[in-house]
């Protein structure tokens, strides 16, 4: 006797019911959401460059007995036994106007790994840039003090002096574009990846892929969109 729809619905727990970010109407929210609009909207300029970032979790599953490989029509089968050796961190620095994203991999999120690569952007990936904008969401660690607890002050600063900041409001993850690219590439990764060694090079596989094809990202959500679609979350103005 198959268990009636009420009573699946009580045997839901909690942590497994569908959970979503529900933003409040505040002028702080709208703020922030118009600020990365109008970044979006800015025209390309290769010294002024913007930047998306955003960090994402893999984790790193070892099998421990061996599975079946996919065949035409059946997908492939793993067991439930597996072994957990970590989890690692997938750093996305994309550039949606030109169609480009790089990955970095850390074993930690903490300030010292942000610090680091926002180094990485500015030496290594954007040398030639005059300042490099950045949209990010507001958590502790991206801040400009965790260059200073990472660097000498002078280097700090230095650093600092090409970066340009712009964060998304709180609940508000769905307006920055490198948290898009992170779940396309949750999607294309494998399931199973054991160790960091293979992690970097099926990363490395997919950034070459898509940046080879300079996929992008079709944004058309404007400010002048946010006003009407969103206009709930805006404060009311009386008077």
Not at 111 to 138: C, H, S
Not at 184 to 206: C, G, M, Y
């Amino acid at each position: 006797m198959k268990p009636s729809a009420a009573r699946l619905k009580n045997e839901i727990k909690p942590w497994q019911k569908e959970m979503w970010c529900i933003p409040q109407a505040s002028a702080e929210y709208v703020a922030c959401m118009e600020e990365v609009l109008d970044q979006y909207e800015r025209p390309y300029d290769a010294q002024y460059p913007l930047i998306c970032f955003d960090e994402g979790l893999k984790q790193l599953i070892e099998e421990t007995r061996k599975g079946y490989p996919c065949r035409p029509g059946q997908k492939a089968r793993y067991d439930y036994e597996y072994k957990r050796n970590g989890v690692r961190n997938l750093n996305m620095f994309y550039e949606p106007l030109a169609g480009k994203r790089y990955v970095r991999i850390t074993k930690q999120h903490t300030k010292i790994d942000f610090a680091q690569g926002m180094k990485w952007l500015v030496d290594e990936l954007y040398p030639q840039a005059t300042r490099l904008r950045v949209v990010m969401d507001n958590l502790g660690p991206h801040k400009g003090a965790s260059l200073y607890e990472a660097f000498p002050p002078a280097e700090a600063r230095r650093i600092l002096k090409k970066l340009e900041f712009h964060y998304t409001p709180k609940h508000g993850s769905w307006l920055n574009m490198a948290e898009i690219e992170l779940s396309v590439f949750s999607r294309k990764l494998k399931q199973h990846i054991p160790d960091e060694t293979l992690l970097e090079k099926e990363v490395r596989a997919i950034t070459d892929e898509r940046n080879g094809l300079h996929a992008l990202i079709n944004w058309q959500f404007r400010t002048e969109d946010a006003r009407i679609k969103l206009k709930q979350l805006y404060p009311s103005i009386s008077g």
